[in-house]
């Protein structure tokens, strides 16, 4: 049973984010008091609440960022990390909203600052986060670019709202951005590589200008000539969402419900799901991801019956 300041949910769907792999994996430990199961997004119905759950009722439909727990036909989260289902949306769509908008707004809201007419590009922006991060960048009035591993996904992004989208194995980001900006650069840059783009990210990089790390898939250890970071005054950082306090979430929770979700209830923007397995196939969809060859989400269907079987929605 859930506890002061918590609900329970009974799972629709669970979102699978890259977290998920790195956990199983042991490379992302869930902390102490957290459920050791995979699964940091749902979507699905409160069946009950411990005391001080704010306004949160039984029978509510909700999608809720969670400690862990996800893929399970039920799950605890603390109350003010759970929104209601922007009117309009399906249930699988909600499931595939809060880990990635979270994230985002904390990174790119909360730590870069990103404003109106400034410059945001986005590394991976096919995935989940990246296609979110456009979309906020959008909502914030930002002039938005992203790198992509093939030309199909470029375009994808592109008919997303992105400017410029840029295959990083056929065109240097650098040289094309550059040319895009007359030679101005970005404002922030939101990575998920790591080193491997390091002087490049520094580079393209304009004077005061924030890079945000959010991964290290290309790794975290090398040499790189450091210089830009004192003749243009850059700013490096970066966040994981899964130790952030509870009173951090909520507030987190609180600027998406304010700046986000009437968006999203508008329909302006909707998550694209690439993907839906049912939970007894989940090593499917840990597999579609590992390989890099989705556009958008993948949803584990949680609900449905154990053996059913779910294409690729590709």
């Known amino acids: 049973m859930p506890r002061r300041g918590e609900v329970l949910i009974k799972v629709a769907h669970a979102g699978v984010n890259r977290p998920d792999i790195l956990q199983r994996r042991g490379e992302y430990p869930a902390p102490l008091d957290a459920s050791p199961v995979l699964g940091l997004e749902v979507s699905g119905h409160i069946v009950a609440t411990g005391p001080d759950a704010e306004s949160?009722?039984?029978?509510?439909?909700?999608?809720?960022?969670?400690?862990?727990?996800?893929?399970?036909?039920?799950?605890?989260?603390p109350a003010g990390q759970a929104l209601p289902i922007p009117e309009g949306m399906d249930m699988a769509s909600a499931a595939a909203l809060p880990e990635?908008?979270?994230?985002?707004?904390?990174?790119?809201?909360?730590?870069?600052?990103?404003?109106?007419?400034?410059?945001?590009?986005?590394?991976?922006?096919?995935?989940?986060?990246?296609?979110?991060?456009?979309?906020?960048g959008q909502l914030r009035g930002a002039h938005c670019f992203a790198t992509v591993g093939d030309d199909n996904k470029a375009a994808f992004c592109q008919a997303f709202g992105a400017e410029l989208a840029i295959n990083r194995h056929t065109t240097d980001f650098v040289q094309a951005l550059s040319e895009a900006t007359g030679?101005?650069?970005?404002?922030?840059?939101?990575d998920i590589v790591g080193?491997?783009?390091?002087?490049?990210?520094?580079?393209?990089?304009?004077?005061?200008?924030?890079?945000?790390?959010?991964?290290?898939?290309?790794?975290?250890?090398?040499?790189?000539?450091?210089?830009?970071?004192?003749?243009?005054?850059?700013?490096l950082t970066g966040s994981t969402m899964r130790a952030r306090s509870v009173a951090e979430k909520?507030?987190?929770?609180?600027?998406?419900?304010?700046?986000?979700?009437?968006?999203?209830?508008?329909?302006?923007f909707h998550p694209p799901i690439h993907a839906r397995f049912p939970l007894a196939k989940a090593a499917m969809a840990h597999t579609l991801m590992e390989a890099g060859a989705h556009t958008g989400k993948i949803v584990l269907d949680v609900a449905q019956s154990p053996d059913q079987a779910f294409p690729y929605n590709a």
């Open 195 to 235: 080193m491997p783009y390091l002087e490049r990210n520094l580079k393209i990089l304009r004077r005061d200008g924030r890079l945000i790390f959010l991964a290290f898939m290309g790794g975290s250890r090398g040499m790189a000539d450091l210089a830009p970071i004192m003749t243009k005054r850059l700013r």
């Open 56 to 77: 949160w009722s039984p029978g509510t439909p909700v999608t809720a960022l969670v400690p862990g727990g996800g893929y399970a036909e039920y799950c605890v989260t």
């Open 250 to 268: 909520r507030a987190i929770r609180d600027a998406l419900l304010a700046h986000v979700w009437p968006a999203l209830a508008r329909g302006r």
């Open 183 to 190: 030679g101005e650069g970005v404002d922030v840059v939101l």
């Open 100 to 136: 990635t908008w979270f994230t985002v707004w904390a990174n790119l809201v909360d730590l870069a600052g990103l404003g109106p007419n400034e410059r945001l590009l986005v590394h991976g922006g096919a995935g989940g986060i990246g296609l979110a991060a456009l979309a906020l």
